[in-house]
């Protein structure tokens, strides 16, 4: 019973190269959740995405940075044009998105680390 | 908006120590509250949640209760033990905001033997 997959892991970028991160959510899930760590600090969200829609993108930088969750495969964060300032744990969250999902726990996975170089 | 606060680290104990990590919130909404646990290298996992005032959430030997009058969540453990090392985030969600969770700062534990 898989949870929420993260890949890559690791991921080292030079400035100006672009990120790709992707996010499989749980089974059965149908809402994906971006946060991202700066190191030291609390998760700050990014952007709410169910298949085909982004929901909410409150959190996502205006410049450089995109979000999608298509129909078929993986949630994918892109960072395009990378600076230093970029370094940080990407966490991906999911959940059922059903009911009274508000106060259904988030699923996260073990997140992707961001070294801009 | 929603916020979280919560007492800053690092917290250091020693084995078997009682432990509270203060957590506080604003909300616009009735929200549901809940802790994560986050080990070295990991993601963050739920370790306990209320969903409405006066509900405790419990798990692991660890506690929190819900209070709407203090709009407080802390989290309490009678006895710590060094595997209790992590850093620990309250976080908040309510309707209005959807499933979307706003965290607090973490507070990093560390208990030594």
């Known amino acids: 019973n898989a949870g929420v997959m993260q890949n890559p892991r690791h991921l080292v970028r030079r400035r100006g190269q672009e990120a790709r991160l992707r996010c499989s959510p749980m089974k059965g899930h149908s809402h994906v959740y971006w946060y991202r760590q700066l190191p030291e600090e609390g998760l700050k969200f990014m952007v709410y995405l169910q298949k085909e829609n982004i929901i909410d993108e409150s959190g996502m930088p205006k410049e450089r940075f995109s979000a999608e969750f298509p129909k078929e495969g993986p949630s994918i964060l892109r960072i395009q044009q990378v600076v230093r300032g970029d370094s940080a744990a990407y966490f991906c969250?999911?959940?059922?998105?059903?009911?009274?999902?508000?106060?259904?726990?988030?699923?996260f996975g073990n997140g992707t680390r961001l070294t801009v170089t | 908006g929603n916020s979280v606060t919560q007492m800053e680290g690092p917290v250091t104990l020693s084995e078997e120590a009682f432990l509270t990590i203060n957590c506080t919130y604003t909300a616009t909404g009735y929200p549901s509250l809940f802790w994560y646990v986050q080990y070295p290298g990991e993601g963050l996992q739920l370790l306990l949640k209320?969903?409405?005032?006066?509900d405790k959430g419990s798990n692991k030997g660890f506690e929190a209760t819900y209070r709407k009058e203090t709009t407080s969540f802390h989290l309490e453990k009678g006895s710590v033990q060094v595997s209790d090392s992590a850093v620990y985030f309250c976080?908040?969600?309510?309707?209005?905001?959807?499933?979307?969770?706003?965290f607090g700062g973490g507070t990093r534990v560390l208990v030594k033997p």
């Open positions: 209320a969903t409405k005032a006066d």
């Open positions: 969250a999911s959940s059922p998105g059903t009911g009274s999902s508000y106060n259904s726990p988030l699923h």
């Open positions: 976080a908040l969600s309510d309707q209005a905001a959807g499933n979307k969770l706003t």
